[in-house]
């Protein structure tokens, strides 16, 4: 299949392109590298010895849109492009309205006028809010969402609902991932965040490496295994691969599926692992709650094992050791490298 990958240049992205070159299928890009560095193209091509061609605009914009649909004869399209900070959501909620919808209309409308019908799309275990544990895809979604990013995804959600129900030819696949941790085997392609990681994994990377002093635990009085949160850690080749999985079993109108484990690891846990997987120390502190952070969620995965054949495989000792390894080769992320 020819596959369109909005976001293609980010961490989720450039993972997944790996495992749809892997598996024979090719692939164009958009992403206008506002928090992605084209260096991944690079190497992307280095691991898999294909190029892939990097449309770089926003996808707000429809001309340049419709462009590379005129140019190309997609099969279908994988969109993860949008933003993504949960924090600065809460503080630029029109940006973040603004971009995420006006993207996702702007590629279903061009979509339909040119006829392609698939769409995977990335969506987030936000959408339950608050709902009992282990999260389904049965429980009611939209109530209790805490922040705007989240907002986008349970409306984006609706938006794709309706589209498939007006045009029953559509095959949308929604996918809720869980937290995705984690980097390539290769250390060659991973997480590359901008400023102060807002997330926990990459957090405890920058501590490891000596570029952080010590991890500050948001809360140690939740009612869980340790006080600390507890969370369904995925490694990003396990979330990249669901996505293989929802294009190869895709059926029509709208679905929704859990990439998860099933299994809930505490702050506390993860640490643990990670000591266990590098041998290095992870000073921490314990601190007030985050604003916003539920104590406990994991996924009920099955629906994902029962209809697209798809489970996680890596553990997390294994996702710990490939985010040291990219972290400790990549102390900068993408930045440090010049291109020729
Ligand atoms: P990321 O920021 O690394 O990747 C997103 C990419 O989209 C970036 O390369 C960015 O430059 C690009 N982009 C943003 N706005 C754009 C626009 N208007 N036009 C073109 N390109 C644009 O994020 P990620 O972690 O790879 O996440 C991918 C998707 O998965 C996002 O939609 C995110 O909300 C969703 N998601 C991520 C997580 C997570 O914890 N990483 C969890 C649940 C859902
Ligand atoms: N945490 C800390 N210290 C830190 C960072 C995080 O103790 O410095 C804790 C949090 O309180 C939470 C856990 O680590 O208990 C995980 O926090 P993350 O920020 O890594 O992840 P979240 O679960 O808050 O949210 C992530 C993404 C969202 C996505 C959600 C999907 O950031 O975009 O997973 O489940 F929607």
Not at 294 to 310: M, Q, R, T
Request: glycine share 10%; with cysteine.
């Amino acid at each position: 299949m020819h596959i369109l990958v909005t976001g293609g240049a980010g961490y989720i992205g450039s993972h997944t392109i790996i495992e749809l070159l892997q598996a024979g299928h090719t692939v164009e890009v958009v992403d206008n590298l506002s928090n992605s560095n084209a260096e991944v193209m690079r190497r992307i091509e280095e691991l898999s010895g294909k190029k892939v061609p990097l449309h770089v605009f926003d996808l707000k914009d429809k001309v340049k849109t419709r462009g590379i649909f005129k140019a190309s004869v997609f099969d279908g399209v994988i969109h993860f492009a949008g933003l993504k900070a949960v924090g600065e959501s809460t503080q630029k909620p029109l940006t973040y309205y603004r971009t995420n919808l006006d993207s996702t209309l702007t590629l279903l409308e061009t979509m339909q006028e040119f006829n392609v019908k698939q769409l995977v799309f990335s969506s987030s275990a936000t959408v339950y809010g608050s709902s009992t544990i282990p999260y389904n895809e049965f429980l009611s979604t939209g109530q209790g969402i805490t922040n705007p990013y989240g907002q986008t995804k349970y409306i984006i959600e609706q938006i794709l609902k309706d589209t498939a129900k007006a045009d029953g030819t559509n095959c949308f696949t929604v996918l809720r991932y869980f937290n995705p941790i984690g980097a390539h085997a290769s250390g060659r392609i991973g997480e590359d965040p901008s400023g102060v990681p807002n997330n926990l994994m990459p957090y405890i990377t920058q501590v490891a490496s000596g570029k952080r002093k010590r991890l500050s635990i948001f809360g140690n009085d939740y009612n869980t295994i340790d006080g600390t949160g507890v969370r369904d850690y995925i490694h990003v080749v396990d979330l990249a691969k669901g996505h293989l999985a929802a294009l190869e079993n895709s059926q029509q109108g709208w679905s929704a599926y859990n990439l998860g484990s099933g299994k809930g690891t505490s702050v506390l846990e993860l640490i643990h692992a990670f000591e266990q997987a590098t041998g290095i120390p992870i000073p921490y502190e314990f601190a007030p709650r985050r604003a916003g952070d539920l104590p406990e969620y994991y996924a009920d995965a099955s629906k994902a094992l029962n209809e697209l054949h798809w489970k996680t495989e890596k553990t997390i000792e294994e996702a710990c050791a490939d985010s040291w390894r990219w972290q400790s080769q990549n102390p900068n992320g993408y930045r440090e490298t010049t291109q020729p």
